[in-house]
T-cell receptor, first 113, second 112 residues
Framework: NAGVTQTPKFRVLKTGQSMTLLCAQD?????MYWYRQDPGMGLRLIHY???????AKGEVPDGYNVSRLKKQNFLLGLESAAPSQTSVYFC????????????FGPGTRLLVL | DAKTTQPTSMDCAEGRAANLPCNHS???????VYWYRQIHSQGPQYIIH???NNETNEMASLIITEDRKSSTLILPHATLRDTAVYYC?????????????FGGGTRLMVKP
């Protein structure tokens, strides 16, 4: 049981390039989330999904797109990377039950030059 | 969601109990108290949560005052691996997006 995994662990992009971050969970969780964490700051929700085929915007969705084609995977896309998107990206999942807790992946460090 | 106040940092000797306080004086009746921690460069880790009763699991104990305006997370025998930033989060357990609002947290340093 790997929990929540994220790929890649680290990536450097040039401004304007695109990339996709992959999050996978093997806990059969309904809900999945993408957060970003800037240095010395708390986490901010980018997008989330409450089930396969559904996505919704979080607190800071601009510049990102997501897809949840399979229940176990949640993809975060950057169509045209900007230096302001330099951050650590965390994926999380949760059962979607009443008293729910979120389980986080190890993070992806993204540097946009 | 209710705002929380935590000390910026705390030290604890290895093997001793670490008691981390959190004030949440504006908590409402349907809001839970959650604790997460983040070890350097890792993803946040869930520790424990509660509504009004004290809770205990294999990681920690959560003591919530009778008026629910404050709580204490207790790590009974702190180890060096417990050095982390600890976040107290108060929220309705199910809100749109289930966004977790991480404030500044308490940076716990466990020393040998």
């Amino acid at each position: 049981n790997a929990g929540v995994t994220q790929t890649p662990k680290f990536r450097v992009l040039k401004t304007g390039q695109s990339m996709t971050l992959l999050c996978a969970q093997d806990m059969n969780h309904e809900y999945m989330y993408w957060y970003r964490q800037d240095p010395g700051m708390g986490l901010r929700l980018i997008h989330y999904s409450v089930g396969e085929g559904t996505t919704a915007k979080g607190e800071v969705p601009d510049g990102y797109n997501v897809s949840r084609l399979k229940k176990q995977n949640f993809l975060l896309g950057l169509e045209s990377a900007a230096p302001s998107q330099t951050s650590v990206y965390f994926c999380a999942s949760s059962p979607g039950t009443r008293e729910e807790t979120q389980y986080f992946g190890p993070g992806t460090r993204l540097l946009v030059l | 969601d209710a705002k929380t106040t935590q000390p910026t940092s705390m030290d604890c000797a290895e093997g001793r109990a670490a008691n981390l306080p959190c004030n949440h004086s504006t908590i409402s009746g349907n809001e839970y108290v959650y604790w997460y921690r983040q070890i350097h460069s890792q993803g946040p880790q869930y520790i424990i949560h509660g509504l009004k009763n004290n809770e205990t699991n294999e990681m920690a104990s959560l003591i919530i005052t009778e008026d629910r305006k404050s709580s204490t997370l207790i790590l009974p025998h702190a180890t060096l691996r417990d050095t982390a930033v600890y976040y107290c989060i108060v929220r309705v357990f199910f809100n749109a997006g289930n966004m977790l609002t991480f404030g500044g947290g308490t940076r716990l340093m466990v020393k040998p």
